[in-house]
Nanobody, 117 residues
Framework: QVQLVESGGGLVQAGGSLRLSCLAS????????MGWYRRAPGKQRELVAA???????NYVDSVKGRFTISRDNTKNTVYLQMTSLKPEDTAVYYC???????????WGQGTQVNVSS
């Protein structure tokens, strides 16, 4: 089992920045693909950014150039640096872990991000 704990959410004005962190338990973090998802009020959860164990990265179009996903395998942590935040970025942000070959994924509890106009 993998436990994920997100942190770093909060309230920020439009144009501001936040950095989200997701700490994973266990010893196989370096082998896992990791992702950040978000669920805005009244909308379905969507992928924001993902990073594989090999460092391949993809972003949803709406955050390209503004958000950066990274990982530190020595700290079992994946980050989401968010800049130039917009009110439409307001959502609960979730971390997801995908261990290779396990056939299941794990989710964190979520962290709220509120961007005021």
């Amino acid at each position: 089992q993998v436990q994920l704990v997100e942190s770093g959410g909060g309230l920020v004005q439009a144009g501001g920045s936040l950095r989200l962190s997701c700490l994973a338990s266990g010893s196989i973090f370096r082998l896992m693909s990791m992702g950040w998802y978000r669920r805005a009020p009244g909308k379905q959860r969507e992928l924001v950014a993902a990073i594989t164990s090999g460092g391949s990265i993809n972003y949803v179009d709406s955050v390209k150039g503004r958000f950066t996903i990274s990982r530190d395998n020595t700290k079992n942590t994946v980050y989401l640096q968010m800049t130039s935040l917009k009110p439409e970025d307001t959502a609960v942000y979730y971390c997801k872990a995908d261990p290779p070959g396990w056939g299941m994924v794990y989710w964190g509890q979520g962290t709220q991000v509120n961007v005021s106009s």
